[in-house]
């Protein structure tokens, strides 16, 4: 009896404290430095290139297999990336092919609201890896 009466007042004083949760769709919360969203793919701030240059390490390390990579080998035995997929649906974003990327051409961005639907909208190219490049941490919570 004892115990029912302490739970009571335990109860009691919870409903008068502040939530520790946000109402999620009207508000965020401020992602910590170092968590783990969306890839993007880096490009060179002079020449606006992909850094990616497709080695293809990244589509070695990938636990999941999510990653697909093609390169361009041309005639002048330079290497360039002609096409980068990703399936969201099967990685867990355990950030492999950041770590063991030469070039630093991969990196997580903040974007972790990726639930969809179709299973097509979660088969990211190139290009749309490249635009998750132009959000900032500030842009991407602005945005309704």
Known sequence: MLRIIANFFISLGNIFRKSR???YPKE???????SRGLLKLKLDLDTLEILCNGCGDCEK???QRCIRIKKNVSEVENESLEEFYLDL?????????VE???YKAIEMSYRYQNADY????LRLEKLDLIKQADYSIRDFWLKK
């Open 61 to 63: 390390v990938c636990p």
């Open 21 to 23: 949760t946000v109402v």
């Open 118 to 121: 179709s299973l097509k909208s």
């Open 100 to 102: 063991f990327c030469k």
């Open 28 to 34: 965020k919360i401020i992602i910590p430095e170092g």
């Open 89 to 97: 649906a099967r990685c867990n974003f355990c950030g492999n092919c």
